[in-house]
T-cell receptor, first 114, second 114 residues
Framework: DAKTTQPPSMDCAEGRAANLPCNHS???????VYWYRQIHSQGPQYIIH???NNETNEMASLIITEDRKSSTLILPHATLRDTAVYYC???????????????FGKGTKLSVIP | GAGVSQSPRYKVAKRGQDVALRCDPI?????LFWYQQALGQGPEFLTY????????KSGLPSDRFFAERPEGSVSTLKIQRTQQEDSAVYLC??????FGSGYTFGSGTRLTVV
């Protein structure tokens, strides 16, 4: 079962910040939050991941709430090339097989509008 | 190479035909994954290799699906006696370690069974 909830779609004006929310209320202490995106006809692309501190890289910022039950992916200046499906993923914790399996769900389809 | 390479990019198979899909991971990447993506859905886990060892094949939908990575680099996903429900994009991903880092996906092979 998917451990995350995302809105099915969002629009963002080109040049503005895109804020993509994700709920993961059942997350446990050692589970990371990962974000991937998939541009049409391409494979998924890793964006960023975090545990409890906010993270930033050249692509995006990840803000995780203090209780870790939700997070927001921020694209600071969205471009048309950022139009894609964005997946928020919490891999299953544990020493077994589940920890490396990514359950993608349906994600959020972000449309960047000129 | 710089990325994960998959071939062929497109494959049309007649129902009942056997197919083989190839994945060339990033050089030195220990872990290799296969995912299946049906139209309009997120990718779903099929199988996982660590070097040449297939550690998890729990996602393979039937015994018609077989994957191998004999020398710990190139991997082949084979589907025997293809059925129409096998039509999907098959994605390969690799990473330096099994989890805790981002995976690099290839662009996938689109299989259409007619």
């Amino acid at each position: 079962d998917a451990k995350t909830t995302q809105p099915p779609s969002m629009d963002c004006a080109e040049g503005r910040a895109a804020n993509l929310p994700c709920n993961h209320s059942t997350i446990s202490g050692n589970e990371y939050v990962y974000w991937y995106r998939q541009i049409h006809s391409q494979g998924p692309q890793y964006i960023i991941h975090g545990l409890k501190n906010n993270e930033t890289n050249e692509m995006a910022s990840l803000i995780i709430t203090e209780d870790r039950k939700s997070s927001t992916l921020i694209l600071p200046h969205a471009t048309l090339r950022d139009t894609a499906v964005y997946y928020c993923i919490v891999p299953v914790e544990g020493s077994g097989a589940g920890s490396y399996q990514l359950t993608f769900g349906k994600g959020t389809k972000l449309s960047v509008i000129p | 190479g710089a990325g994960v390479s998959q071939s062929p990019r497109y494959k049309v198979a007649k129902r009942g035909q056997d197919v083989a899909l190839r994945c060339d991971p990033i050089s030195g990447h220990v872990s290799l994954f296969w995912y299946q993506q049906a139209l309009g859905q997120g990718p779903e886990f099929l199988t996982y290799f660590q070097n040449e060892a297939q550690l998890d094949k729990s996602g393979l939908p039937s015994d018609r699906f077989f994957a191998e990575r004999p020398e710990g680099s190139v991997s082949t996903l084979k589907i025997q006696r293809t059925q129409q429900e096998d039509s999907a994009v098959y994605l390969c991903a690799s990473s330096l370690v099994g989890f805790g880092s981002g995976y690099t996906f290839g662009s996938g092979t689109r299989l259409t069974v007619v």
